[in-house]
Structures are given as C-alpha cells and as structure tokens.
C-alpha cells in the first residue's frame, strides 16, 4: 500500500467535524486530535519545526535542499470535514478494480452506490476506490489533501538529494464552515504564494470561487391560543416559508451550475412563535452577488410591511469573495500547475468553484491560492468516494509543481 493511502486511511478514522453557528475556535476541539497526530508524524520525519498553536493550526515546512532565488510556495489542506453527515467511527474500504456497476456500501443494502446517479464513477472503471459504509462520509474532503501534502513531504524529506526551496505546509481547521483562516498567520506561514489541495478530480485547478454570504433569517411571530386565534397569530413557520416562496425558485442549488448562482437554506430550527433559518448566497460575479443579498433584505423588508416592523430580521454577513481577482495578478500559478499536471500524464481542468476554499479568503490576506484536485467525488455526503490511483498521481503532481519552482528558482 502507498504511503498515501496509508495515510488517508488513518486519518480519516478521526473524527474532526466542525460544527457551525458557535462562538469558539476552532468550533470543536477534536479536530486538534489529527492536529497533534500530524505534528508528530511531521517530527518523525524530519520536518521543520512542527507544531500546532493555540487555534489549531499545523504549521511545519520542508527545509530547502539548495540555494535558491524566487518566490517561495507552499501547500495548505484544511483537517475538519462536514457537519451535514457524520464524521464519527467512519470505515473506509478500498473497492479492488472497480467494474463499472453499482457498489453496495453496507451489509443490509440500503446504501447503494449507482452510476446511473453518479456519472463520474465510470470514470474510474478499472480502477481502486475508496468509499464509506454508508454510515457516515468518507472525509476525502480534505483528508485526502492532508495525506497527499504529509506524503510529498515525506518523499522530500528522504530524499535530500532533490534540489528544492524552503517549502511551507499548513493545515487547518474549520473550513467547511467558513471560518478555516480566520487566526491564519500568513507571516509565519512564511510563503510568497500557496496551492490549497481541496479540490474534486485529479488534475484540476481551480481558481475562481463564489463571492459568498451567510444569512440568518429570523421570524418574530405572535403566538395565540388556536382556539382564540382570529386576527391575532402570526404562525412562524408559515411566515418563514413565505419569506422563501419570495425568493427565485429556480435560483437553487439542485437547479443551477457553472457560473450560476443561488440561495440555499441548510438549517431551520423553531416553533409558530420564533423561526431561524440559516441561508448561505452564492454567485461568481460580485455585482450579481451584491443584487442577491440586496434582494434577501428586499424579501426581508416586504415581510415586515405585511405583517409589522420587526416581524423578519435578515442579519447578512460576508464569507469570502471571488479569488480569481488576485490570482490573475499571477498567472504563473495556473500555468505552473498546469505544467505539473501534463507531464504526470493528465489533462488539466479547469473549473469554476461552487464553492470556497481557504484559498479564496487567503487571497485577499496575501496568499494568493489556487485549488488543486485531491482524487475525490461526491464530498460531504455517504457516498463520498476517492480513487487510490488519482490520489497517488495528485502526489506525483505536488511533487512535479516543487521541481517546476526548483528549476525557476537555481
């Protein structure tokens, strides 16, 4: 078994989802479990100046092996996973040559893998894949990243014959829910610029995201007896979905792609008196993306006009922006990558993000960061899967972007 996969296999063992909406950091203390796991490995071989602070991030850096001259890279992985399915006791198993069908995933049959559902799983046929037991998510998002940065690091670290730079690693906590850089040292970081390894299929790079903003919507209602309630009760729950009912149907998750953006409601919580509903809103273009939050208040503003001043609070806060802005500053970044990934024998695909990394806030910190491909699908979900093959090249393409410096830099 590669080292990579070894790894990815233990990691994933540990729980590390983050949990949204609390005021601490990082928002669970268990992801500080595979931090201290990384730093010692980190020690083990060799690296330089492992540890994890106060916050939870693993800083460490392969020392340089050669004079060099340029900018110096590093190479970041976030350590949390989802919320939105359970990270607790997960048990990968590796599917040996996939045939191209179904994969049943647990022992009654309930959780059944399809690529009629999932296209991209024919991808792979041939091939070695990684899925859960349908119990829980694989956490190739971003453990994959982790392991394939820990496994470059280690192949360095062997071999002290390979002429490169001073390279610096990161990991880091909460992500997946926006907050992955909020206490991110970029000075001690100690990088001119970053890949973050956090993306879909091996081979893509991805470097524009959604400019993105949480919303909490909060209903006032009025709660009355039933019986009594004529003319009085303003039920919550009926105004909450109201509010939605303003809001373009068709601008949803499972109805847009691409560049298309959406609102998305993920959590609701309350009764006919009080209703909260958490929204995330979504678009690539920054104009269209200051419309959407405008348009939320708007639905917001008619609400209280129908009903009374106070009845709907939309309280808006920012997330993170587009990064293409600052990496077009430096388009080596792409073209680099795009160098490493041909001549490991891939075709680089580039993509619009739907989404974020920690690479799109770090951009506007002055890091620019674009996002590589892990080897994964399906994140998030129990039918999250990552192929050994592509996790194993994704390692030949980290490796490949430190020579492509190296040689820029002697």
């Known amino acids: 078994m590669s080292s990579v996969i070894e790894k990815f296999l233990r990691y994933v063992k540990v729980d590390t989802q983050s949990e949204n909406n609390v005021d601490r950091f990082p928002s669970t203390e268990k992801q500080k479990d ?39 890279v590093g190479f970041i992985a976030h350590m949390d996973t989802s919320e939105m399915v359970s990270g607790k006791n997960v048990k990968p198993r590796i599917v040996e040559k996939y045939d191209g069908g179904s994969i049943v995933l647990d022992e009654k049959g309930e959780y059944v893998m399809r690529p009629e559902e999932f296209p991209e799983m024919l991808a792979y046929k041939g091939q070695d ?13 971003d453990k994959a990243g982790v392991a394939e940065i820990m496994a470059m690091a280690e192949y360095l670290l062997a071999h002290p014959e ?11 906590p909460d992500e997946e829910v926006g907050r992955g850089v909020d206490f991110f040292d970029v000075k001690k970081f100690g990088a001119d610029f970053a890949y973050t390894v956090d993306g879909g299929a091996a081979g893509e790079i991805e470097y524009e995201t959604f400019n993105a903003a949480a919303a909490c919507l909060r209903i006032h209602g009025k709660s009355v007896h039933p019986g009594s309630a004529k003319g009085k009760m303003i039920n919550a729950i009926l105004v909450a979905g109201e509010f939605h009912s303003l809001l373009p149907v068709h601008e949803a998750p499972a109805s847009t792609e691409g560049y298309e953006g959406f609102y998305h ?5 309350g009764n006919e008196d009080q209703v909260i509903v958490h929204y995330i809103i979504r678009d690539h273009d920054r104009q269209k993306f200051e419309n ?9 503003d008619f609400i209280n006009v129908k009903y009374g001043a106070g009845c709907a609070q939309a309280d808006i806060r920012d997330s993170y922006y587009n990064m293409k802005e600052k990496i077009m500053e430096h388009p080596e970044l792409i073209e680099n990558a795009r160098q490493a990934i041909r001549a490991c024998g891939l075709e680089p695909l580039t993509l619009p993000v739907r989404g974020g990394t920690d690479g799109s806030r770090l951009s506007y910190m002055g890091l620019p960061c674009p996002n590589l491909g892990v080897g994964g ?23 490949k972007i430190v020579e492509i410096y190296s040689m820029d830099k002697q």
């Open 265 to 269: 409601p993920y959590d609701i919580a």
């Open 34 to 72: 595979l931090g201290r796991m990384l730093v010692e490995e980190l020690k083990a071989m060799g690296a330089e100046n492992p540890h994890m602070d106060e916050y939870g991030y693993v800083y460490s850096a392969v020392p340089a092996t050669a004079e060099t001259q340029g900018p110096v």
């Open 129 to 141: 894949l990684i899925v859960t037991d349908g119990s829980t998510l694989l956490g190739g998002d």
């Open 377 to 399: 699908h399906n994140c998030h979900g129990r039918y999250e899967f990552t192929c050994v093959q592509s996790m194993e090249k994704c390692v030949d393409i980290l490796l």
């Open 292 to 300: 959407r939050k405008a348009f939320f208040q708007k639905a917001a």
């Open 162 to 172: 390979i002429p490169h730079g001073r390279i610096p690693i990161a990991f880091t």
